[in-house]
Each structure stands twice: as C-alpha cells, then as structure tokens.
C-alpha cells in the first residue's frame, strides 16, 4: 500500500519513528496490546540487538526486555562485558501477541504476516541507525532481518552478510534458557549465550 503521512517514512530520527508507531495499523495485534513497545538505545549504537516481541512486563512498561527474559539478557551480556546502555535493543514484531488464561496473558508466537508487516519498524530503525552488526536473539529476529526462516540452535555464533552489507550474528533468544527445566541443562544453554556475546562483543573490536 502507499505511505499514509504518519507512518513514519519521512522521520529523520528514532525518537520520530518512535512516535509514529504509536499509531501502528499494520496488522492486527495493536488491538489487544496495551502500546506500541519500540527499540530504546543511542541512535549511534553500533550493535542492534533484535529479539522476538515484547512479553507481557515489556507490554506494560513500554520497554524492551525489561521483564524476566531481560532480567537473563542483561546478566549474560554484563558476563560477557557487553555494555547493554550504549547498544540499541529492539524486536522483530512492536506488539505483544497473548491468549488469555484467567487473569494470565500468555506470550503466543508472531506469525510470518506480522513479523512481515512489523518489518516496516525494523528496516527504518536500521537505515537510521546504521548499525555495524545486527545481533538476532531467534527465530523470529532471524526471520524479521533476514527475511527467510533460519535454524537459529544449528546456526547460532554464525554471521550472515545482507545484501544490503549489514552483518547479522545469530544466536539463541533469551527466554529459550527460561523454558530449559533441568538447572544443570540450564546452566550450560546460559554459558553458550555468554560465549555467543563474548564472540559478539569480539566482532565489535
Ligand atoms: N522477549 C522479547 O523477545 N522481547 C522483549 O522485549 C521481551 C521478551
């Protein structure tokens, strides 16, 4: 469809693109959220982190990974001595996605159609950012940057260049070591994240 004024096309910076969202019709799932949860971080960064979408916490607070798969990210990344507050954080898909259960919201998966038309978001902040490497936490972060499904457990630690010469690092989301019930399992899946950031942070240098 053509561009509606509003939509964010012309904005010339994050804090404009941020603002246009707010009013997001690209697809269904505005309707049940509560807001418009966009990518927060230095317009300079030159790491962008992509996850998933925002979870309940994250839908309520209107920031990204600020609930318990956030509480994981932020403790991997100060392990592997990435500082979180000058990288850009955001998701493939801006609104929470959740089926009621009782009082409970929960987290249900993005389909190819949102994380599609969600990608509008994306590709702006991108081209406003410029970032030197772009970090997909997932599957359906791989999907929203690249633009094809990924097997993001047999993938992860690789880097894949876009045409476009934006260099993706692919790991494992966050809340995949939530859902691990076996502590030692567990603790394991986190050491591989930390040595996925360390590697991160390594391409950085
Ligand atoms: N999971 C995500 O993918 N993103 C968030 O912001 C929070 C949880």
């Known amino acids: 469809p053509e561009a509606e004024s509003g939509d964010g096309a012309d904005a010339s910076s994050i804090a404009e693109l941020r603002d246009a969202a707010k009013a997001c019709r690209r697809c269904p799932l505005w309707a049940d959220a ?5 990518g927060e971080g230095p317009e300079d960064a030159r790491i962008v982190f992509v996850g998933e979408q925002p979870g309940d916490q994250e839908d309520l607070a209107g920031k990204p990974f600020v609930g318990p798969a956030g509480k ?7 392990e592997a001595g990435v ?3 000058i990288t850009y954080v955001t998701n493939g898909v801006k609104h929470f996605k959740f089926e009621p259960r009782g009082k409970r919201r929960i987290h249900s998966k993005p389909n190819a159609g949102e994380i599609s038309a969600c990608r509008w978001w994306l590709d702006h902040e991108l081209a406003l950012i410029k970032p030197d490497l772009a970090v997909a936490m997932g599957a359906t972060a791989a ?4 633009g094809k499904s990924i097997a993001v457990t047999k993938m992860r630690g690789q880097v894949v260049t876009r045409d476009d010469g934006l260099r993706v690092f692919l790991t494992i989301h966050p809340s995949f070591i939530l859902r691990i019930p076996d502590p030692s399992d567990k603790e394991a899946e986190r050491e591989r994240f930390v040595a996925d950031m360390r590697a991160v942070k390594q391409l950085m240098a």
């Not at 994981?72 to 100060?78: A, P, S, T």
């Not at 999907?143 to 690249?146: A, C, E, G, N, Y």
């Open 34 to 38: 509560t807001q418009t949860v966009f």
């Open 72 to 78: 994981v990210f932020d403790g991997v990344l100060e």
């Open 83 to 85: 500082d979180r507050s």
């Open 143 to 146: 999907q929203s940057l690249l």
